[in-house]
Each structure stands twice: as structure tokens, then as C-alpha cells.
């Protein structure tokens, strides 16, 4: 079955410096790769969206990248500030199945 | 336009007892996603509706089912509650069919607690 793996453990950085999330899966190689943000009590929030031919995705201060290869995606953001704090995941969706899959979110502290 | 909405926001029930939750998407979207959350098990996928019929269901027992209504509104229902089914459920609306390349619009969220 399909893995999904973000860092469990929360990622401390100082504001202004840029935050970089891993997803990584396993077996198949997904059609498309959504990023999601999630503060505390509420429901998920979409950020980006790449699919499987595209290398890279931005969006003002947030960046994607997805290597089919190394079968991972990063997702960065640049000149963070303390209001980007909250979880992020990441949720590939694989043709195989017809699943939108979640990974199990990485919180991300921005410390001012 | 008017987000996702899910009621009731809290629920506190018993074991054994059935539980209904409502989501009504945002006004055009025809697709309607349930997810559970835990903090062992993360966001899960439930099944999605489209056009009133079930498209896709995720694995979960039998005791797990949902419906979707011609205005798109949905409801998902779970009998004879178990304490593992404490949980967040999550109500997710998007334009069209097809989870992967839809952006997905999530509500609030039904907190269930089960005693």
C-alpha cells in the first residue's frame, strides 16, 4: 500500500529565514501533489496543486518542487513570518485507486 | 460566496448510539468529501459523492455511510458509535469530480467525542 511520510516533528525556524517540508511516498508515482496549510480547530486550507510532468510550482512566498525520481516533493517558503506557523500536508493523489492521500502534516514554528 | 459549512460543530455521544453530520458545500460545487481526523491516524479519506451517487469509498467499515441530496448537501452517518470513532470529520466541496486535480475546500469540521 501507499506510504506517506512528512517529518512528524515540529521545524523551529527564525522568521525571515526560508522553511522547507518534505512529503515522500512510496510504489507508485502520483498524477498530481496538493500542498494543504491547517491551523488548530480548523479544516485544511489549499495552497498549491503540481502534477507529475512539472518540476516546480510557485505561488507568491511558497515554492513546490517534485522529483519523481527521488519520489519526493518540497515545499518551501521563503522570508517566513510567524503567521505562517501551522501544519502543513501534503496529499498526493494517485490515478491507482482514485485516492487523494494525506500525509500525516508537518508543524511549521516561525519564531519572530 | 459562502464556505463549507458542517453541523453540528461539537457532538458528544455514547457507544453504540448512530450519529448524522451534515455538510453543505460551497454554492456550484457538485463533489462533496468526507475525511476523518485523528491525531494517530491523520486525515483519512472517507468516500466522495458526485451528482448524488458515491464515486469512491476509503477503507472503512460498513457502520460508516453517507449520502448526497439533488442541492448537493451531504450527510454521512455512523451507527453503533465506538470510542475509536472519536474524531474530527471533515466535509471537503470542490467544482467538479476527481479529488487530484480539484482544489479541495474544506469546512470547519464536526468534533465527535464518543463516551
Known amino acids: 500500500s501507499q506510504k506517506i511520510e512528512q517529518n512528524s516533528e515540529?521545524?523551529?525556524i527564525q522568521e525571515g529565514k526560508t522553511a522547507t517540508l518534505t512529503c515522500n511516498y512510496t510504489n507508485y508515482s502520483p498524477a498530481y501533489l496538493q500542498w494543504y496549510r491547517q491551523d488548530p480547530g480548523r479544516g485544511p486550507?489549499?495552497?498549491?496543486?503540481?502534477r507529475e510532468n512539472e518540476k516546480e510550482k510557485r505561488k507568491e512566498r511558497l515554492k513546490?518542487?517534485?522529483?519523481?525520481t527521488l519520489k519526493q516533493s518540497l515545499f518551501h517558503i521563503t522570508a517566513s513570518q510567524p503567521a505562517d506557523s501551522a501544519t502543513y500536508l501534503c496529499a498526493p493523489f494517485f490515478d491507482a485507486g482514485n485516492m487523494l492521500t494525506f500525509?500525516?502534516?508537518?508543524?511549521?514554528m516561525v519564531k519572530p | 460566496k459562502a464556505g463549507v459549512t458542517q453541523t453540528p460543530r461539537y457532538l458528544i455521544k455514547t457507544r453504540g448510539q448512530q450519529?448524522?453530520?451534515s455538510c453543505s458545500p460551497i454554492s456550484g460545487h457538485r463533489s462533496v468529501s468526507w475525511y476523518q481526523q485523528t491525531p494517530g491516524q491523520g486525515l483519512q479519506f472517507l468516500f466522495e459523492y458526485f451528482s448524488e451517487t458515491q464515486r469512491n469509498k476509503g477503507n472503512f467499515p460498513g457502520r460508516f455511510s453517507g449520502r448526497q441530496f439533488s442541492n448537493s448537501r451531504s450527510e454521512m452517518n455512523v451507527s453503533t458509535l465506538e470510542l475509536g470513532d472519536s474524531a474530527l470529520y471533515l466535509c471537503a466541496s470542490s467544482l467538479t469530480e476527481g479529488r487530484g486535480h480539484n482544489e479541495q475546500f474544506f469546512g470547519p469540521g464536526t468534533r465527535l467525542t464518543v463516551l
Open chain 1, 10 to 12: 515540529a521545524l523551529n
Open chain 1, 103 to 108: 500525509g500525516g502534516g508537518t508543524r511549521l
Open chain 1, 64 to 68: 513546490v518542487t517534485f522529483d519523481t
Open chain 2, 19 to 21: 450519529v448524522t453530520l
Open chain 1, 45 to 50: 486550507v489549499f495552497l498549491l496543486l503540481i
